[in-house]
């Protein structure tokens, strides 16, 4: 039996909940978000990444209320908020510095939303005290913002945004306050309690970790622009471009000229020496220059030449990173190009085989390498 | 740690000297047995007795309190609504010239702010009493105000108010819920310092004064003209005292709630 895989955004019956319709921002001369047309659908966990000023902020605020499209169109769950202002919109958002609010109990913070529509006490009693307990909190709902810790915090931030069951819970760079073992935890705990509630999320960040983690797709950013929506997967493997390739992770990328060769393509990288091959579903002229993306961990080192590998070539080490889990080799190739091969440190140190200066063999699959058009 | 020298006790002698000796002087002659103000004669509490039977001076003293209290509280709303608005407002026509004007009256002579409210006063035929005396120092406070709230409210985080806004709150509410009790040190500080600019202004209030109301400050100028009482002296050292009392308890209340946030904080890392 096949399992159903998450994916609203392929099935065009489909209703979108959010969606962005030529939205462009201006302030002043500069413009932040331009152009800008994407659907998200309902309990989804989506992620804006991308470097600081990208607009990646501004686009979840224009959702929360705070900023108003210069052009174009916002609609959440069909209905145009243009006019809508933040306390009216049934969307919430967990501020990047938290935002409690200082002079009231942990559990008046979790209640604030609340009182504000006008509920019944013992409703909102019996909700914060969900929220509290959902979120791990029972022990500090007494507190004082001040008077817990900076992860206690983050949890009391994202129990105040849901208390209200918004339809939309946006999050802004929701663990960049916190150390990287306590962020992972929260990651899970997140993903954990957005697949109880059935919220769609929409998280901001700029830690490609983080984004790979938590979302169901990553919406990679830059200048005001949404580079290339994909799932996690898709994003790492198969990146639209260079820009995309280079923000995900490490990668290796070498400028060459492809030329069509049956199934594959030909791939000539620098002057007198031996070709690479590549396969690519998507089809570039002969002679057409392109880019060859590679991730270390698909790069094979070898001290004879592999007898199998679709491409090989010799280089030099110049470099060792020692990580713990894994180790990267930077290996000069002899036309002067760097490549990075990543192994797994599977034995212990002592027993590494190769070291410094070592002249050792880069080998990798034909469908490793990604052709990117430049 | 470094040794105390003889050149440190001299400077901070000398510098205390100078800020506190004249006061010190006008409590001990406040205690003096004799008419005369500046010839000891022993130990007394005379003066004091008797300034509590000077009714002109005990109606002065309570016109001031009245003054002052409706004085500084209109001054704290509307120095904390224009700060509000020139902090907060975002950008709109001539607001920097509407943040430089509101600290003009700062540095503005107290005579000429006096004199110009005299003139509107006399123009709009509004008959000078208690309440223009009010007005006046509402005008000459309120800036004060809006400057102690406004130093508050450029540090505040803006995030604070935006999450009220998101959790449902209307701008007023979230005005009143949030902004207001986290500013709420900067407002009552600013009361305090308008309360304190009412209570010993002399010059605008003599400006603005009329028959039928005079303010302390006026009544122990106009007492002093015709020679200093020794009544005068114990008067002074009533206010000295007030004012003491008030700064220390200010100053304590402040220290302790600094120190036991502290407290929390490093209880809260602690069970982290």
Known sequence: MAQTVFAPWDDPQAKPLIQFKNVTKRF???VAIENLTQDIYERE??????????????LMRMLAGFERASEGQILIAGQDMAAVPPNKRAVNMMFQSYALFPHLSIWENIAFGLKREGKP?????ARVDEMLRLTRLEKFAKRKPHQISGGQRQRVALARSLAKAPKLLLLDEPLGALDKKLRQDTQFELMDIQEKTGTTFVI??????EAMTVSSR????????????ATPAQIYEAPNSVYVADFIGEVNIIGAVATREGESYRIDWAEGQPPFTAKTATGFADGQRCHLAIRPEKVAISEERPTDAANAVEGQIIDIAYLGNISTYYVKLANGQMIKAQTAN?????RRSFTWEDRVWLSWTETAAIMLET | MRRFSWFNATSLTLGFAFLYLPMIILIIYSFNESRLVTVWAGFSTQWYISLLQNQSFLDAAWVTVKVAIASSTIATVLGTMAAYVLVRGGRFMGRTLFSGMIYAPLVMPEVITGLSLLLLFIGIGLDRGIFTIILAHTTFSMCFVSVVVSSRLVSFDNSLEEAALDLGCSPFDAFRLVTLPIIAPAVISGWLLAFTLSLDDLVIASFTAGPSATTLPIRIFSAVRMGVSPEINALSTIMIGIVTVGVVTASIVTKRSSIAQKRDEQAAARTA
């Open chain 1, 346 to 350: 599977t034995r212990r140190l002592s």
């Open chain 1, 121 to 125: 006490k013992d409703e909102i009693a």
């Open chain 1, 218 to 229: 990553v919406a990679v950013m830059d200048e005001g622009r949404i580079i290339q929506v």
């Open chain 1, 45 to 58: 966990f989506f992620a804006l990444l991308g470097p600081s000023g990208c607009g990646k902020t501004t």
């Open chain 1, 204 to 209: 901001v960040t700029h830690d490609q970790e």
């Open chain 1, 28 to 30: 002043g001369d500069f």
